[in-house]
């Protein structure tokens, strides 16, 4: 499985989480789990996917997602999951 | 599964306090580039290191994006020059060509430093050794990503004192040499006792001749994130305190281990070291005397400064050493002075003397680093300086260094403008009491004793 974390961090609006998954959709990459929060309107989402079945590369979505997220005034960071699991797990 | 909180936290150390891995180093041997005529040694040299490290930038690069986390550094270390140069080098004008190679090629492949422009002359110095160090003043005139090392004293060997000597006329002339540009050619020499065979930081890099034949080692940063992490524990006591550093080493290093195999598998190297350092900058908040200061401390220098300071050296090492299959180096916290907002501020302050860094230098990495005195300074006084701080490496069995920078055209109260990472350094007053006598006595001083330890 090619795990990766995508966070999405900015000003809240209408349908930030619509348009990110509409965009992973497309591309064939599945969502694993979903968390967020909205503190004094800021918007804070955290996601898990799994690119295993998408056809697209890693640095192709990267820069993909920052267009989507500029559009939305967010800003959108596409992370391999070694680094957390690196971080915090022994 | 990762959640949430962990993932903001180490966001948050990534993009508000500084966190990064500061830099890959390819240790890179040239044992089989020697050959007698100076024009095939220098091609073969190029050749060597432009094959072995022609992807360092773009992997390292890609393992920055992939993961989200700067790698700020690339560089490349080889095998002491001094070594190297021998059969082919008769003047230290030949060898001289030879920096000018190193800097071409690191230039093509785009490193930010090439390190190993090096003699290793702790007991003796062969004839090429001399030549070499006497070629360091043209070598760092005439070159820009080249960086030197001279290692003068280990505790095994005692301290080679006509090379102490040497170095201080050496460091002058470099000065000299670049005085346009505030004397920055010794930013980039460091004289060394106890130098480490894999150390990924400059000026100090060089490839041991006892390492494998490339090898990839990383140094980790992130004075922040542990500065971040101690504000949190304002008031508890040194057991919390201890705590919260060895965590914060230990998050930090973790990444330095990772970035280190990820390379190590893309470029087909082996793994070598991971360097625990705490490495400041110049940007604000990337500080080690700001870390200082948060254990309470008014300033960096003040009482108490060599205890707080011994006390994160040794739970950083504590943190960093399980979060690291091999670590090596120097692993510790450096206390540049031009590199370290914080230094530079208790400097100017009047906090932070010449004396109290050497004290400090007893109980962490390396040395009197980034140091810029009078341009005046003697050359003998310099070699004092240097002697003084060989000398509390070899007693105490570590890694010291120094790497101060005469700046001519400038005295105390005037300040020396490097640019960079190097930064910029308030010039401190050197005590000008003479040890003439003393440096230009000749010989070696003598191994000391490691028994009646008390």
Known sequence: MKKIIITVVGKDTVGIIAKVCAYLAERKINILDISQTIVSGYFNMMMIVDMTASDVHFSEMCDELDKVGEEMGVSIKCQKEEIFDMMHRI | ?454
């Open chain 2, 1 to 454: 599964m990762i959640n949430q909180r962990e993932v903001l936290e180490t966001n948050a150390m990534i993009e508000k306090e500084n966190l990064d891995v500061r830099t890959i180093t390819m240790g890179i041997s040239l044992l089989d580039c020697i050959d007698g005529d100076l024009n095939k040694l220098n091609d073969n040299i190029y050749k060597k290191i432009y094959d072995s490290a022609k992807d360092l930038v773009s992997v390292g690069d890609y393992i920055a994006k992939e993961y989200g986390v700067p790698i700020v550094n690339k560089r490349i270390s080889v095998t002491p020059i001094g070594l190297v140069g021998g059969a082919a080098c008769k003047t230290p004008s030949d060898f001289a060509t030879i920096a000018r190679t190193l800097d071409k090629v690191a230039k093509d492949i785009g490193v930010n430093i090439i390190g190993g422009y090096s003699a290793l002359v702790s007991k003796g110095m062969t004839k090429a050794d001399e030549l070499l160090i006497r070629s360091i003043p043209e070598a760092l005139s005439t070159t820009e990503c080249v960086c030197s090392s001279v290692n003068v004293g280990s505790t095994k060997t005692g301290i080679n004192m006509d090379a102490v000597k040497l170095m201080g006329e050496i460091i002058k002339e470099t000065a000299l040499a670049t005085k346009e540009n505030d004397s920055i050619g010794c930013s980039k020499l460091v004289v060394l006792c106890n130098a480490p065979d894999d150390n990924p930081f400059m000026a100090g890099a060089f490839h041991g001749v006892t390492e494998a034949d490339r090898i990839i080692n990383v140094g980790v940063s992130g004075p922040g994130v542990v500065k971040t992490a101690l504000e949190k524990v304002r008031g508890e006591d040194f057991e919390t305190l201890c705590e919260t550093i060895k965590k914060t080493a230990f998050k930090v290093t973790r990444v330095g281990q990772l970035v280190a195999k990820e390379a190590s598998k893309r470029l087909g190297v082996p793994f070598g070291i991971v360097d625990l350092s705490l490495a400041p900058t110049p940007a604000v908040g990337d500080s080690v005397a700001d870390i200082l200061c948060e254990i309470g401390l008014e300033r960096a220098g003040a009482p108490g400064t060599t205890a707080a300071l011994a006390l994160l050296n040794d739970q950083v090492k504590k943190g960093g050493v399980m979060a690291s299959s091999y670590v090596g180096g120097l692993s510790g916290a450096f206390i540049p002075v031009s590199e370290d907002q914080g230094m530079i501020d208790s400097v100017k302050d009047g906090a932070l003397t010449l004396e109290k860094l050497e004290a400090m230098t007893c109980v962490c990495s390396v040395g009197l680093d980034m140091i810029a005195i009078p341009g005046d300074t003697k050359d003998t006084t310099i070699s004092g300086i240097i002697a003084d701080e060989m000398a509390i490496g070899m007693v105490n069995q570590k890694t010291t260094a120094v790497r101060i920078i005469p700046v001519i055209g400038k005295g105390v109260g005037e300040q020396a403008v490097f640019g960079g990472l190097f930064g910029y350094a308030p010039i401190m007053p050197v005590n000008t009491f003479s040890c003439d006598a003393f440096i230009n006595r000749g010989g070696r001083i003598p191994a000391p004793i490691h028994s009646f330890k008390n």
